[in-house]
């Protein structure tokens, strides 16, 4: 179960994107706003994890300092300012304890990420890993050379807080309504569906368009019905061995 709390002046929260697929639109407006809000409306001290999975745990110099400045001009651009990756590394207790060693060197342990089904389920298990990650990093602390700051409140560091916003073109992470790109992906592909429809009716011929999901079809079933396909097949209610008769 996902952990959220209210955010205080002066508090640090970081930002982090992953994903095995490929570029989620509306990221970086996404990135923004979370930046932005965080400076604006709660004072805190925002901070940016660059490259994913990956760059928390390699730690250093991909986890920075954020402010208004670096968010600024972002909102026409694709992919994700931070990068990106699938989150491999994160999946093993030692990855996950450097992850949280990194965390904890900087002073946080609250995290706001963005990702696909994948992020959400290395999302889940850092923030339930952080206790056991905990007592191994105090029990061996000269080698994570914590600063002083955070070993003299080590309390407040008890919990790992964590907000997850759910960003799939293909609107396929469970229990969410609607997820960051999946719009914009629809009009993608009604555009592309658009262009070969005149090519169909003037050479009298028929179609078959493949679209991105894996086990979702909400994108394939909205695109099917915005376009007026004559078949639908999607994983949710897959055809009988028969349909082509």
Same mark, same amino acid.
């Given at each position: 179960?996902m952990?959220?709390?209210?955010?205080?002046?002066?508090?640090?929260?970081?930002?982090?994107? /992953?994903?095995? %697929?490929? #570029?989620?639109?509306?990221?970086?407006?996404? *990135?923004? &706003?979370?930046?932005?809000? =965080?400076?604006?409306n709660?004072?805190?001290?925002?901070?940016?994890?660059?490259?994913?999975?990956?760059?928390?745990?390699?730690?250093?110099?991909?986890?920075?300092?954020?402010?208004?400045?670096?968010?600024?001009?972002?909102?026409?651009?694709?992919?994700t300012?931070?990068? /990106?990756?699938? %989150?491999? #590394?994160?999946?093993?207790?030692?990855?996950? *304890?450097? &992850?949280?060693?990194?965390? =904890?060197?900087?002073?946080?342990?609250?995290?706001?990420?963005?990702g696909?089904?994948?992020?959400?389920?290395?999302?889940?298990?850092?923030?339930?890993?952080w206790?056991?990650?905990?007592?191994?990093?105090?029990?061996?602390?000269?080698?994570?050379?914590?600063?002083?700051?955070?070993?003299?409140?080590? #309390?407040?560091?008890?919990?790992?807080?964590?907000?997850?916003?759910?960003?799939?073109p293909?609107?396929?992470?469970?229990?969410?309504?609607?997820n960051?790109?999946?719009?914009?992906?629809?009009h993608r592909?009604?555009?592309?569906?658009?262009?070969?429809?005149?090519?169909?009716?003037?050479?009298?011929?028929?179609?078959?368009?493949?679209?991105?999901?894996?086990h979702?079809?909400?994108?394939?079933?909205?695109?099917?019905?915005?376009?007026?396909?004559?078949?639908?097949?999607?994983?949710?209610?897959?055809?009988?061995?028969?349909w082509?008769?």
């Amino acid at each position: 179960q996902m952990v959220t709390a209210k955010i205080k002046p002066h508090q640090r929260v970081a930002i982090i994107s /992953s994903g095995e %697929g490929g #570029d989620t639109p509306g990221v970086n407006a996404a *990135i923004r &706003a979370v930046v932005r809000c =965080l400076i604006a409306n709660g004072k805190a001290e925002a901070f940016a994890i660059l490259d994913g999975f990956t760059g928390l745990i390699q730690g250093g110099n991909k986890i920075v300092s954020v402010d208004r400045k670096f968010v600024s001009g972002i909102l026409e651009k694709g992919g994700t300012v931070l990068g /990106s990756d699938s %989150g491999k #590394d994160i999946e093993s207790q030692a990855g996950k *304890i450097k &992850a949280c060693a990194n965390l =904890l060197k900087e002073g946080i342990h609250r995290i706001v990420i963005l990702g696909d089904e994948l992020c959400l389920q290395h999302a889940h298990d850092l923030q339930s890993s952080w206790p056991s990650c905990l007592a191994e990093i105090l029990k061996d602390e000269k080698n994570y050379e914590l600063p002083e700051g955070v070993k003299a409140k080590i #309390d407040e560091f008890s919990q790992l807080y964590v907000v997850f916003l759910p960003a799939s073109p293909e609107n396929g992470i469970l229990g969410t309504e609607y997820n960051i790109g999946a719009d914009t992906a629809l009009h993608r592909v009604l555009e592309s569906v658009d262009a070969i429809v005149s090519t169909a009716s003037s050479h009298q011929r028929s179609f078959v368009i493949e679209i991105l999901g894996r086990h979702s079809g909400w994108l394939t079933l909205n695109a099917g019905l915005a376009s007026g396909a004559d078949y639908v097949i999607i994983p949710e209610n897959p055809p009988p061995l028969d349909w082509e008769a």
